[in-house]
Structures are given as C-alpha cells and as structure tokens.
C-alpha cells in the first residue's frame, strides 16, 4: 500500500499543532501528522567551536537555549538562514504513518515438506523516541542505553551520541531541545509467521488405520531487520519506549487425522 495525503484546508489557519504531541503539526500543504522539530547536524568538536556558536547566536531574540553548549554537544541549524536561533528554525519532517507498508506470504512443498512464510514492514516512516528511552544519566534509577558507550569525548569524536551529561544539564538532552537527531528512522521488515512441517507418507499410515500425520514446528515474531539505534519495536507508537513489546512464539504440534 502507498500512503500519499497532503492537508489542503485548516478553516483559514496555516497549521495547527497537535493537541496530543507538541513535537506534532498539521500544516497545509504538508502530510497529516508530521513532526516539527529542530535540525541537528553534527557535534560541536571543541569548546572553542561551541563558543563561537553561543558568540554568533546567543542574546538575539528567541534565542531558546537556556545552558551553556560544550564539545560533545548538538549543534542546531539556522534553518531558515535569517542569522537567529529561534522557534522558526523548527521544520517539517517525517511523519510517523508509513508512506509504504506491505506484506508477502510464500508456501512451498517438497515429498513431505511444507514450508510458510508471512512477512510484514514498513518503509519512509519515524518516530521520536525520548530520553526515557535512551536512559538518562541522573539519580540511583537512570538506565541508559548500551549506544550511550558510543557517546562523544575528546578520544572520540566520530561518536553515535553526544557526551554524556548529568539530568537536564545539556542543550542536547531531548527533554529541553527536541531535534531531528531524536527522530529515527522506524522502517522495518518482520518475519511474522514461520511453519515448517513434515507429513508422513499415507502409505507408511495406512496399516495403522491413520489417514494423516503431520509434525510441525511454528514461530511468531521470529526475526525483525531494522535500523533502530537502540532495541526498541519499531512498531512501538509510545516515544517514551514503554509500550508492551510483541512477544516471540515458539510451538510444536501434531496434525493426527484418522
């Protein structure tokens, strides 16, 4: 299936913002539910770099970074190229409906063996996951993430995360700065369903009377390809990454027909 929609009419506003995500807008001539967010490109490498940033953008109006940034930290966007740092720097992005989803189902046989297969994904979609998700770095029950042994120091600056900060205490931290760096790509393919199974020849059955016989091994939610940074369900639609996982199956059975 193919997903193409573009809001036309919002009763003579231009957008509107999602009253369930403020990270959310609808905004004419954009796709229903795309999310509205800051650009981040890159770390600052230096205090050096960093202060000059704070130098170039820092005091102006709407300027909306309350700490000060550091080498590790997120680098926002100037994306409408107006010399600010403001909330018009926040751009349409991703939305989090699937422009692509699809299925395959695929039953072979051989002297016996069967064999079934159901796949399902999803392709052009994301989704922001938060801190809570990634784990924080604060108090006796923070949990990060194992990406956070990735985060950016001095010795590596070709890092996946930015540095490691206490709570709150960075411009990076998700819960003061949403950016694109915290939408990922959720697009996924999942094997949903495999069966494999034998069926005994009828004439070895017949003497017993046994018309049919049949063993089988079945799973579900056996395998998801994915490019989430983090082991979370792409399917899950709670940013925050709580949502009950899908549960992988495993089962035997007999087929006995007399």
């Known amino acids: 299936a193919y997903n193409k929609n573009e809001i036309l009419d919002l009763g003579g506003v231009d957008y509107l913002t999602d009253p369930n995500n403020s990270n959310k807008r609808n905004q004419v001539e954009k796709p229903i539910g795309s999310y509205f967010l800051y650009r981040a ?7 050096e770099e960093a202060q000059a940033y704070m130098d170039k953008y820092a005091g102006k109006e709407g300027y909306p970074f309350t700490r000060k ?20 720097d926040r751009t349409i992005c991703d939305s989090s409906d699937p422009v692509f989803t699809f299925g395959l189902n695929m039953n072979a046989g051989y002297r016996g063996f069967d064999l079934s297969v159901t796949f399902t994904g999803a392709a052009k979609v994301a989704r922001i996951f938060s801190n809570e998700a990634f784990g924080d770095f604060k108090g006796d029950n923070s949990h990060p993430s194992t990406i956070w042994l ?4 001095p010795e590596n600056k070709d890092a996946k995360m930015p540095r490691v900060s206490e709570g709150t205490s960075s411009n990076s931290h998700p819960a003061n700065i949403m950016s694109t760096f ?3 790509n959720t697009s996924y393919l999942r094997l949903k369903n495999l069966q494999f199974g034998y069926s ?7 003497p017993a009377g046994i018309e049919n ?33 899908l549960i992988q199956t495993y089962s035997f059975g007999v087929n006995l027909t007399f």
């Open 200 to 206: 005994l020849p009828k004439n070895v059955l017949k």
């Open 69 to 88: 940034f550091r080498a590790g930290d997120l680098i926002y966007e100037d994306a409408d190229n107006d010399g600010m740092i403001s909330a018009k």
């Open 182 to 184: 915290w939408l990922q």
């Open 213 to 245: 016989l049949r063993l089988y091994y079945s799973a579900e939610n056996l395998l998801t390809f994915d490019a989430m940074p983090i082991n979370l369900d792409p399917e899950s639609t709670v940013e925050r990454g709580s949502a009950y996982p």
């Open 150 to 153: 990735d985060a950016w120091t």
């Open 41 to 47: 490109g890159g770390f600052f490498q230096s205090d």
